[in-house]
């Protein structure tokens, strides 16, 4: 849910007309953000979103034919298993370094703008957030490394961009940790839940409205620079937070949820890709440009839960 500003600008005769039809070439449409954007297409707009064997991003085939008739290019495609990219880095080099350069030097041939979507993974395990788009990255991972060189890829192709970092993605769609804690919480009477990452969930629905905002502005308006932005939901909380809310919310619509949810240390639950102990966002700026506020995580959670519960009573 977008909050805009209400001294949003005033378009001028130099922009695209109102009305005017669009074509978008949208990446990654089967994950949480690509459904989200598929289901809020505007009016006027045609979002096309080919699958794998059309557009393999482990191998990003010429794109001619795909582009044609395009008026924007939006990147929602990555390799986002976090743990498993440590022993496949080739692969997710491939998808989240690679590709993202292709794409965006394609749209640059084109004339049109690319919006890629990037992560909170890009900074340091061991920094302090929130993290505004002007500070240092140093990632601490084989995903994080490949994303931050995806950025690199995007600002170097010479297209006009938007970089969109993000973080926690949430939703009722996919594979995503409300539903892990969902699923967990009524097969256990006990979880063990991080308690020392902090971070700011996104629902993937408020996202995928942010990204149609800017899609909007960058094709209505050509002199719309490129740059980076954070986009997240409101607030901040820890994964052991996140799993509090999320069984408060489900305990309200009845659904069974565990007895405990024990506060651990990230020490205590090891894995493969070391995370950022503090991720979470400044939001700021992307409010200035473009009048986005993202409505605060929990109400997002609970709108989440809601819908999931309600699937699960029509089942």
Not at 72 to 78: K, S, T
Not at 289 to 297: A, K, Q, S, T, V
Request: contains cysteine.
């Amino acid at each position: 849910m977008l909050m805009p500003e209400s001294d949003s600008p005033t378009p001028n005769p130099s922009r695209k007309r109102e009305g005017d039809s669009e074509k978008w070439l949208l990446t990654g449409g089967t994950g949480q953000v690509g459904l989200a954007l598929q289901r809020l297409a505007p009016a006027g707009v045609e979002i096309v979103a080919p699958g794998r064997s059309e557009l393999d991003l482990a191998s990003v085939p010429p794109l001619e034919a795909l582009l044609a008739g395009v008026t924007a290019i939006i990147n929602c495609g990555a390799y986002t298993a976090v743990d498993k990219a440590e022993s496949e880095p080739e692969l997710a080099y491939a998808i989240n370094a690679v590709a993202p350069g292709v794409l965006a030097r394609a749209a640059a041939r084109a004339g049109i703008p690319i919006v890629h979507v990037s992560t909170d993974y890009v900074f340091a395990a061991d920094g302090a957030g929130p993290w505004a788009e002007q500070a240092t990255i140093a990632p601490a991972s084989v995903y994080g490394r490949t994303k931050a060189e995806g950025e690199a890829a995007v600002q170097a192709s010479g297209a006009r961009y938007a970089i969109i970092r993000t973080a926690w993605v949430v939703s009722a769609d996919g594979s995503n940790f409300i539903k892990t804690m969902l699923r967990l919480g009524a097969e256990r009477d006990s979880l063990r839940v991080v308690s020392d990452q902090r971070g700011t969930p996104t629902h993937a629905g408020d996202l995928a409205a942010a990204l149609v905002q800017i899609v909007q502005r960058l094709t209505a308006d050509p002199s719309q620079t490129s740059g980076i932005w954070h986009c997240a939901n409101a607030g901040e909380t820890t994964w052991h937070g996140l799993a509090t809310r999320v069984f408060a919310s489900a305990a309200s619509h009845g659904l069974k949820v565990p007895a405990t949810v024990e506060a651990i240390a990230t020490a205590e639950y090891p894995a493969p890709a070391k995370r950022p102990a503090d991720s979470r966002l400044d939001c700021s700026k992307i409010a200035i440009d473009f009048g986005i506020r993202l409505r605060p995580w929990q109400e997002a959670v609970d709108a989440i839960v809601g819908q999931l519960a309600e699937q699960e009573m029509a089942a």
